[in-house]
Structures are given as structure tokens and as C-alpha cells.
């Protein structure tokens, strides 16, 4: 009895608040990226001021200069389109059951370089069904599937008789239980554990209804189960006489039985070598393994049951249960792997178990570690552990976090999946906790960053690969962005260098920047994911926001735009046209040349026609709303007013739109 930070759920909270709020790749990515931006633009200000004024310009014109590099070279669409395409990979991950409760970390999943996963339910069908019952040394098969109670328990391909230990068997299963089944709208349904529910199906096939026998052994006490010691008890009071049924892991339970109950029901000795051999085949076939026992229990004595009471026990049967793997968890890991992401199993089964799934599915299974050896491990082992090992088996809560950690010591980007109570320090801890939908309880969704409908590990494949059309669709974003922001710059350094001239005014600059960011750079959120884009590895987290590759594209597009705009601006001039004129020739440039290349960057590593033409047709949308304001900006009186821009003939048309294909 305790309170406060002293309880079991107090404790928790202490490892959830001590669990870090980890940046995601994007987040320090966009820092690295602001900072290095900050300072290029802040240099570039003060020495264009420096040499206007060495040249003896009016220190105001050096002023609205620097304004106007400012304004030209900092991208503001930039933060608007970052939060707008995290938002559209919300809503299309949304659509494939993946509910992101943190918009950062849309883009995370696509830098996932391991996901740690749970076995029940995510890789697995989570439809518990019982195949075999091990009673008085025979081995009986149940028949049927999933949770509805039809099939026969049988014996050398014959039915069996329902008595004596196997009878014993089927009531201890149903009794030692706190799931319920119902039968709603044609179909079995349960409520509770789907290991407890299995075991009342096939109670059912052998004709023993649980409401019955719980009505004829009314419970008297309960030790639940519990992760910890990995058994549950429950004490029954009927025919004048108490006793105590037992259901829990075979390593926890084998020592504590010092006998067997024979077919006629009397106990005889126990032989637990030759137990633990029938198990291990048993879970060589990729079943879980439960013991099942029982131990009369005077409740004259008015006590009541304790962990330390449960021992002396008299071994009732086995109970081999299948999950079967989810066929397109299969797939998904199979995608994972040839995207270079990495998948570990952490179930709480039996290792022996775990690893015949493990080979099921696909993952390597050459060795499994269980809780008892992770305790043992250093955290130099640990680290080396959680790298090589992929299947994790027996595994307590609390050592979700080791793993984890040791995993991110090891630069690692870990995705854990969890739905208990003690899962969330372990997923607020992971830089993408991802809760069970389902079966999660709610502290561990609050502390996940994301929530699963199904439950299916096919939905963590499929947010994966959303996230990394995210990224793409940003890197697309900034590599169009950029070039505008630094031709617009690079305008203004040239007037100043030339001493002509600002053939852009800071408030051309943002009408510019603010419309085509919006307009044209924002469809680009809305492109579609690549295909092979599963094919690629993880991003490195050392890996810059733009690498050389990328760079020398900006500076190219930057320099068309210089060439483009001042060149026109120079030549409007020169052939008498008004001030006004030249600045809406080369406000034109720049929108033009801009609509060109947002072709280019629809895709950075194939041909603009791969995509298709018509697959984003938010792209048409925004070019022809563009165009649109752009004859408003050069033709309507008031916008000429506001903006200091004045219509222009064809001639011009011609050299700006020739510029923007020759751009192209």
C-alpha cells in the first residue's frame, strides 16, 4: 500500500517525465538549415551596404537595399510550407490507419532506421486459437479457427472423452479467466485477453460453458496476472471444498508442481524434463505455451492468496495456441528491409516461440534474447545486443527503454510500438512511440506520437513510406524556393555593385515571394509519393537538408534569374521605357521563370514527364491563379498604384516568356 510517486503507476509517471523530448531529424535539420541561412543573408546585407557606402551612396538607399535583400533572400513562404505538407501527410497517413498526434513526426517515421515491434496482435492476427491440450501424457488436437467455438478436441483422429485430467484441463483454463465471448450481428466476439478468450473456446468445444462452471465454482480470490511473476491464480469454492487454478508461462510454474494429475484424475509423479521437451516442440511450431495447475485450498482458514502460497502444485496439462502471422505484416517487413529499415520482434512469448514466428515472417531468427540475459547486459553489451539481435523474447516493459536507448546511443532512429501502462516511458523515450489503437490503454497513446487503428504492422510499413514522401516533398519545396530568394538577392547586389538602379522594389520583392510561395511552391506538398521511393535507404542523420548536388542546382536557377531579370531590366532602359516599365519586366522574370522550373522540381532524380502531367493537378491549379494575379499586377490601375508596376506590350511578353523556356 503506498501513495503518490511511491505506487506502481507513480513510478511510471517518474520514467515518463525523465523520458527526453526528443528533436526529430526535421526539427534539427530546419535549426541547422535557419541558422546557416540567418548568417549567409545577415553577410551578405552588411557588405552590400558596405560597398554602396565606400562607393558614396545615401545611406537611406543602402538602407532600403538592405531591406530589400532581406526581404528577397529570406524564403517566408518556407515555415507556411513546411507545417501545410506535414498537415497533408497527417491526412494521407490518417487514410492508412495511422493517426500522427505530433506533426513533426510525420516526417520522423521517413528517417526510421529501426522499428521495434510488438509480436501479438501488430505482426500476428491477434485471433488466439487453442490447437493442442498436453493431459496425463497424451496430446489432444482442437479443431476450428479464431474465436468461434466449433471444432472437436480429438485423440488419434478420433473425439475424445471429455474426463479426467483433460475435463480438469478445459474447467482450470475457463475459471483461472477474466475474458468473456458473446455472439453479436453473426459473428464471435470478445471482450479481455485473447490468450484468456482462446482458452474459453475451447472449453466450449469440449462442451463446458464457462457461465456454468462459474456458477458451480464461484471465485473466491484472484492474484491477476502480472508481467512480473507471469502467472495468474484464482481460488473457487464448490462441492464443499476450495481450490486453486493456475495458469502462467511453463518456466515460472514447472519448478512449483510437484506432481501430475493422471487421465483418471490421481495425482502421479512428475517428470518436468520430459515436460519441457514436449513444450519446446510445441513451441518450436510457433505456439505459445501455457501450464496449467491447480491446488486444493481450505478457505476454512480465512486466508486469502498470496504469491508466496502458490507453490506444491499438481500439473493439469498444457495448452499449445497459435497466432498466426499477418499476411501483410509479412510484406511490410519485407518492403522495410529493402528500404534499409531494420525490424526487431519484443514479445513477452517464450523464446522458442517468438522464433518460429520470427522465421514466418521474415526476420532473422538465428538468436533470441529473453528479459533474464538483458538483465545481465552492461549497457557496452546491451548496445552491441540490441544492434545484432532481432528477436526479443520474455521481455519485460521497462526494458523497452534499454533497448531503445541502446538503439539511439548507436545513431539509430527508433520506432517502438507498445499499448500498456508500463510501455509509455519506452515510447515517449523512442523518437516515434507508435500505440496500439486497439488494445493500447490511454497513457500509452498520450505518450506515443502516433496511434494505430488496426493494430497492423502493415500500417507502420505504409507510415513509413508517407513519411518519407513528406521529406521529399519538402527537400522539392526548399531546392524550388531557394533559387528565387537568392536571384532576388543576387538583383539587388548587382544594382548595387553597378551602381544602377534597384530593379525590384522590397515590396515587388514580397508580392513575389508571398503569391508564387503560396500559389506555386505550396502544389508542390500535394505531389505524389515516388515510385521505388521503398527502395532507398534511410536518410543519414549527419546527412544536411541540401547536399553539393543540390546546391549547385540553386546557385544555377539563381544566376538564370540574375541574367534573366536584371538583363531584361537593363534593356527596357536602354530602349526608353519608363522606370515602371523595366520593374514589371523583371517582376515578370522572376514569376515566369519560377512557374518553368516548378516543372523541374516535381521529381529531383527523374525527368518533369515521369511524374505525369496531370498527376498533381494542383500544380495547373496554381500556375493559372498565378498568371491570373500577374495581368492584375501589370494591367489594373490600383495595382499599378500599389506596387509601381505598369502594363507592358507584347514585345515584352515575348522576351520574358522566350527567357522562362529557355530557362526550362
Sequence with gaps: ?????????????????????????????????????????????????????????????????????????????????????????????????????????????????????????????????????????????????????????????????????????????????????????????????????????????????????????????????????????????????????????????????????????????????????????????????LLLARKNFNFGQKCRLTVEGIEKLTLVGLVGMIDPPRKAAISAIRNCHSAGVRVKMITGDHAVTALAIARQIGLNAEKALTGRELALLDDTALGEAAHSVDVFARVEPEQKLRLVRALQARGEVVAMTGDGVNDAPALKQADIGIAMGLAGTEVAKEAAAMVLTDDNFASIEAAVEEGRGVWDNLVKFIIWTLPTNFGEGLVIVAAILFGATLPITPLQILWINMTTAVLLGLPLAFEPIERGIMHRP?????????????????????????????????????????????????????????MAYLFNCRSLTQGFWKPGLFSNPWIWAGIGSMAALQMALTYLPVMNRLFQTAPIGLEEWAGIVGFAVLSF
Excluded at 543540390?550 to 538564370?560: G, P, Q
Design 1 to 289: 500500500i503506498a501513495t503518490g510517486d511511491a505506487t506502481e503507476a507513480g513510478r511510471i509517471a517518474g520514467l515518463i517525465a525523465a523520458a527526453p523530448d526528443l528533436a526529430t531529424p526535421l526539427t534539427r535539420k530546419m535549426a541547422t538549415f535557419s541558422n546557416w541561412l540567418l548568417w549567409a543573408i545577415g553577410g551578405l546585407a552588411l557588405l552590400t551596404v558596405g560597398v554602396g557606402l565606400a562607393r558614396g551612396e545615401a545611406a537611406f538607399d543602402m538602407f532600403i537595399a538592405a531591406v530589400a535583400l532581406a526581404v528577397g533572400a529570406i524564403p517566408e513562404g518556407l515555415p507556411a510550407a513546411v507545417t501545410v505538407t506535414l498537415a497533408i501527410g497527417v491526412s494521407r497517413m490518417a487514410k492508412r490507419r495511422a493517426i500522427i498526434r505530433h506533426l513533426p513526426a510525420v516526417e520522423t517515421l521517413g528517417s526510421t532506421t529501426v522499428i521495434c515491434s510488438d509480436k501479438t496482435g501488430t505482426l500476428t492476427e491477434n485471433a488466439m486459437t487453442v490447437r493442442v491440450l498436453w493431459c496425463a501424457g497424451e496430446g489432444y488436437a482442437v479443431g476450428g479457427h479464431g474465436y468461434a467455438p466449433e471444432g472437436t478436441i480429438s485423440h488419434d483422429e478420433m473425439p475424445a472423452d471429455i474426463d479426467g485430467a483433460l475435463r480438469e484441463a478445459l474447467i482450470a483454463g475457463a475459471l483461472c479467466n477474466d475474458a468473456s465471448l458473446r455472439h453479436e450481428r453473426g459473428q464471435w466476439k470478445i471482450t479481455g485477453d485473447p490468450t484468456e478468450a482462446a482458452l474459453i473456446v475451447a472449453a466450449r468445444k469440449g462442451g463446458l460453458d464457462e457461465h456454468t462452471l462459474r456458477a458451480l465454482f464461484p471465485r473466491r480470490d484472484a492474484l491477476p496476472f502480472d508481467a512480473c511473476r507471469q502467472f495468474m491464480a484464482t481460488a473457487h469454492e464448490g462441492d464443499g471444498q476450495g481450490v486453486v487454478y493456475v495458469k502462467g508461462a511453463l518456466e515460472r510454474l514447472l519448478p512449483l508442481c510437484v506432481d501430475q494429475l493422471s487421465a483418471n484424475g490421481q495425482p502421479l509423479p512428475i517428470d518436468p524434463a520430459a515436460i519441457e521437451k514436449i513444450a519446446h516442440a510445441y513451441a518450436g511450431q510457433g505456439m505459445r505455451v
Design 538 to 594: 534511410p536518410r543519414r542523420l549527419d546527412m544536411p537538408v541540401l547536399d553539393a548536388a543540390l546546391i549547385r542546382r540553386i546557385v544555377l536557377v539563381s544566376f538564370l534569374l540574375l541574367a534573366g531579370a536584371f538583363g531584361l531590366f537593363l534593356r527596357e532602359l536602354e530602349q526608353g521605357h519608363s522606370l515602371a516599365e523595366a520593374r514589371t519586366v523583371a517582376v515578370n522574370v522572376f514569376v515566369m521563370v519560377e
